[in-house]
Structures are given as C-alpha cells and as structure tokens.
C-alpha cells in the first residue's frame, strides 16, 4: 500500500477504499471510467487515511483516543456525549504536521491553477474507511464543509473532519455495525465546488427506495444546496423514469411531483443560509425534461459499472448550467437482501386516522409518544417509544436505534428521517406538518407506515 498523504482522484479506484475511504474511491472510480463516457465529476484530489494516521502518531493521540473508549457505553447517551466530546477537542486542538500541511496547500494549489483562480472554492468530505458499503451506508455520520476557500480555511476544515470521526452518532453507529473505532480511519477530498446555490441539486435512486423495485430510477430535486432534502427542511421535486422503456431509447418519464420549494440553502461567504423562495420559484421544477434524462442516463451507467443499485447525489451548477455527480455509494436497505420476508400486521383497532404523511417501509407499530424538540434531550428518550420531532438529523441516531416508530412534522422521502428509518426497518411517517401540535407526551399511538397515518389508541 502507498504511503502518500496526497493522492488525485486519477490516481485512486474502488479498490483504494482503505487508503482514500468509500465516498473518495468511488469519486476516483467514476472519473476514470465514466468521464470519458460523459458523467462529469468534479475533479480533486484526496488526503488520505495514512496522513490521518501519521496526523494521530505525530500528536500521541492514539492513545489518549483508547483511553477515552474504555468504559464507553453508547446506551448511555450522557456517557456517550462525554467521551465523544472529549476525543474531538483532543484532535481539533492538534496541529497538522508542518509537512503534510504544505503538501496539501501545494496540491490545492494545483488543483487552483487547474480551474485557474486563486484560491479556488471547494468542497471538504469526509471518506472514511468503513463507508458507503453494502449494509453500512455510514450516511451523514462525518462532517463535509462546503465553499471552503484559502489555506487557513482548508486546513481548519481538513482538521475538523478528522475529528467528526468521533461524533457520538459515527462511535454509536460504529459499535452497532461492528466496527473498530481505532482500526476505522478518515480520508478527507478536496474536490472543486460545484455552484448548486446558484441552481439546483438532489438525489437519485437506481431502484425505489421504499419497495426496492428495480425498474424505476427515482430522481430528487430542490433549488440550492441539497443539505435540505437530507434536513427534511424541503419536500422536493420528484421524478420517476421506468428503466425498461428508457434503456430503448424511450422518454420515459412516468411520474412529476412538486415539491414545496419554499427554501433555498445558499452559501453567505464561508457559511450559509436559508433564503425564501418566490412563489413562481416554488411552483417551478428544478429540472427540464431533458436534464432528467441526462441524469437518468448517468445512473444508469453508474449502476451498470458497478453492477448494483446505487444511491447517488447530483448538483447543477449555476454558473456554467452543466450538471454533475458528486457522489455514489450502493444503496444499503434493498441490494443485499436475497430472500423477501413477508410480514402480516394486524390493526388493534379502526381508529380514524389524526394524522397523515409520507409512507416509509411497510411496517406497523405501536408505542407511548414521547416529543423531543431538539438534540439537547435525547437523553430523556426510552427504549420503545414513538418519536415525535419537527425533523432529524445524523446527532440523533443513538435514540432513533431504539424507537418504537418515528413521525416527523417535516421532510420528504429522502431526508434523514426515512433514509436511517429504512436501514433501522423502522415504520416512519413523515412530513405531517403538525404532529408536535396534534400528538402529546404519553398518547399511545399506532404508526402505519404502509398507508402513512398515525392514529390515536387512547
């Protein structure tokens, strides 16, 4: 294995994943084998997992890392916050090496001279080693930083990602899948942003997310930055295109749905913020006719290179209005499942419905309603019980792993809530809009996420 601390995504392939992560060698992948087939990838390059690890040995942090872990119990979320919180502040405390912070100012450089501007923006991601794999997707659990330009601003970023490795939702999913915190290691790409805040950006599925069918291509859309599909802050434009008929040449656009695009994510210097949409803006597709098909035809070579159904992020530049591919990882819930189980579940009662949202998985259950407002009280979250939030995110996992079933006020199919509601196998109703107002601690409820109701049992 080389020990380069710098390695450009023409350098790198799937095969790389322990040097540069699952999110950077599948970047490398499409780039040498579907750029020229006419899938465009922003180009970068990665800081790889041996960098991370000299990071940690030139620090003396692998070590005080152990000790930190012993005695961790990820069931005790306060124990958990603790520990996490400590490793973090241990590695954003420690400087890069002085040799390895001059490689990567000289290959941003490169990259700078390649997109001729000083300082080019970018985008930061974190790639961890154990990632975008066939039943651990590892969704959202590291930090990415986007419109980063600069080198204090790079090297702050790099640094930070290093340490999002510890976040109390990447150690608790990691000790749910199995995996070694000291043996799971963090590449960081620094690829060319693309200026989707100027446009649009989204999702696509090569096969439906909720039933697993595999002849449908299931595309997402919103204006700006797509962080609000993922934050359920935006129902977004959807698109269905039906594979058989579009693999022969046909225009096969089977479904349109508008979204409420009544937000756009848009960058404000380092930083970003949330701006209104005019009404025409909300009331007009993110995308032609014709850039559906586009994207539809790079997933379906993305899905026929690596053989799978794939999950795959997408963003139009506003600038040069050329669209792109930033990501693509297999998708988790439906590719490794061999043999269909079916599951019979039976309603208690016909109660009428107080609720209705957006269906995910099939799945009924029941449970005491407990409202968690934001992340600060999780803590007080029991094992069992029907989550009730305005929307999650990747800090609220370790409770999400052990509800009963969760409703959301907000989101659509892709946000946080129903991409980890789909791994966990957990019934989840989505975008009710008022299940904070309608529903109260301790109301014992039945979570139907085959129709999308909620009802009351008390």
């Known amino acids: 294995m080389t020990s380069k601390y710098i390695l450009w ?104 001279n390649m997109y001729q501007k000083q300082n080019t923006d970018v985008a930061i991601r974190s790639s961890a080693t154990a990632e975008d794999l066939e039943g651990a997707s590892f969704a959202g659990q590291q930090a990415s930083f986007l419109n980063i330009s600069g080198h204090t601003n790079l090297l702050k970023s790099i640094r930070e990602c290093f340490a999002s490795l510890f976040t109390d939702r990447a150690i608790s999913y990691r000790v749910d899948k199995g995996f070694d915190h000291l043996k799971t290691y963090l590449s960081v790409g620094v690829q060319k942003m693309v200026r989707s805040d100027k446009a649009c950006s989204g999702v696509m599925f090569t096969l439906d997310p909720d039933t697993g069918f595999k002849d449908v291509i299931v595309i997402n859309g919103i204006w700006g930055l797509g962080e609000l599909i993922v934050q359920g802050k935006v129902i977004p434009d959807e698109y269905e295109v039906f594979k058989p008929a579009f693999n022969k040449g046909f225009k096969s656009i089977i ?57 795959i992020e997408w963003a139009k530049d506003g600038e040069s209005n050329k669209l792109f591919i930033v990501q693509a990882r297999p998708e988790t819930i439906h590719a490794g499942k061999v043999n269909s189980t079916i599951e019979d579940f039976q309603m208690l009662k016909h109660n009428p419905p107080v609720l209705k949202g957006i269906a995910v998985g099939t799945k009924i259950a029941q449970g005491q309603v407990h409202i968690i407002a934001d992340a600060s009280q999780i803590n007080k979250f029991q094992k069992g019980e029907v989550l009730v939030t305005k929307i999650t995110d990747p800090d609220w996992e370790p409770i999400m792993k052990i509800a009963s079933a969760i409703v959301t006020n907000e989101g659509g199919r892709t946000s946080h809530a129903a991409i980890v509601s789909r791994e966990l196998g957990i019934p989840c109703v989505i975008g009710t809009k008022i299940a904070t107002q309608v529903l109260k601690d301790g109301d014992l409820v039945e979570v139907d996420a085959n129709r999308g109701i909620v009802k009351k049992l008390t």
Not at 55 to 77: A, H, Y
Not at 80 to 93: F, P
Not at 277 to 293: S, Y
């Open 9 to 112: 995504f023409n350098e790198v392939t799937n095969k790389d994943v322990g040097l540069v992560g699952g999110k950077n060698a599948s970047l490398g992948e499409m780039y040498q084998k579907l750029k020229s087939k006419g899938v465009n990838i922003p180009f970068g390059f990665a800081v790889t997992s041996f960098a991370y690890q000299y990071f940690l040995k030139s620090n003396n942090l692998i070590g005080k890392i152990q000790k930190e872990l012993d005695g961790l119990d990820t069931n005790n979320l306060t124990n958990l916050q603790n520990k996490a919180k400590v490793i973090r502040d241990l590695i954003t405390s420690s400087p890069i090496p002085k040799d390895l912070e001059e490689e990567i100012i000289l290959n941003y450089g490169k990259l700078s």
């Open 255 to 311: 479904t349109k749905n508008l979204g409420n695009k009544d937000q756009t994510l848009i960058y404000d210097g380092n930083s970003t913020k949330i701006i209104k949409n005019p009404l025409d803006k909300q009331q007009k597709f993110t995308l032609t006719d014709q850039e559906v098909l586009t994207l539809s035809k790079w997933a379906v070579q993305i899905e026929n290179h690596y053989q799978k159904p794939m999950d």
